[in-house]
């Protein structure tokens, strides 16, 4: 497809790390995922905390790239929210 190669660099969530810099991150990889490395979000999360961006990275064994995130990575996603959240909302007090 043309252009597909310029689309998923703007995509890419390494291309905007900077703009992520005052708002917090969760990232989640399966050990096993077959489609993103576990290395390379490792790497993307070791570069958003250089720059100084608050960053929680869940890891969890297995279920690779579609059912890790279903099972695990949304539920833990939520719960990651609600406490971000809770935190900002006693800051305000």
Do not use: C
């Not at 905390?49 to 790239?65: L, Q, R, Y």
């Amino acid at each position: 497809m043309p252009g597909m190669a310029k689309f998923l660099a703007w995509a890419s969530p390494s291309t905007h790390g900077a703009d992520l810099k005052s708002k917090p991150v969760f990232l989640f990889s399966a050990k096993d995922d077959s489609t993103v490395p576990t290395g390379t979000v490792q790497s993307f999360a070791d570069a958003l905390k250089k720059a100084g961006t608050e960053v929680e990275f869940m890891t969890v064994e297995s279920g690779e790239h579609y059912d890790s995130m279903i099972g695990k990575g949304i539920p833990a996603g939520i719960n990651w929210i609600k406490r971000v959240d809770a935190k900002r909302q006693a800051g305000k007090k």
